[in-house]
């Protein structure tokens, strides 16, 4: 079982900044692909970012060139560092950890934190 504590979310005005955190019990957190996912109200969940076990990246096309992924394997953690956000970035934004193994798929989601942006 893996726990996901998200963290960082809040108030921003647009073209403001915000870094998101996420804290994982994980006993092999190295071996998981990490990501972020977002909602917004009325729509579907939907992929911001991830990163693989080996350090590779993947941004869905309307964040690349704003936000960067990273994780820090020491600390079980995924940073999410967004820029230039916009009203339309304003979701609840999810933490997610993936592992594929024997030909089954683990999938864990934390709580959510609400990043809301707005003048």
């Known amino acids: 079982q893996v726990q996901l504590v998200e963290s960082g979310g809040g108030l921003v005005q647009p073209g403001g900044s915000l870094r998101l955190s996420c804290a994982a019990s994980a006993r092999l957190f190295s071996t998981y692909t990490m990501g972020w996912f977002r909602q917004a109200p009325g729509k579907q969940r939907e992929l911001v970012a991830f990163i693989t076990s080996g350090g590779t990246t993947n941004y869905a096309d309307s964040m690349k060139g704003r936000v960067t992924i990273s994780r820090d394997n020491a600390k079980n953690t995924v940073n999410l560092q967004m820029n230039s956000l916009q009203p339309e970035d304003t979701a609840v934004y999810y933490c997610?950890?993936?592992?594929?193994?024997?030909?089954?798929?683990?999938?864990?989601w934390g709580q959510g934190t609400q990043v809301t942006v707005s003048s």
């Open positions: 997610n950890a993936f592992s594929r193994a024997y030909g089954v798929n683990y999938n864990y």
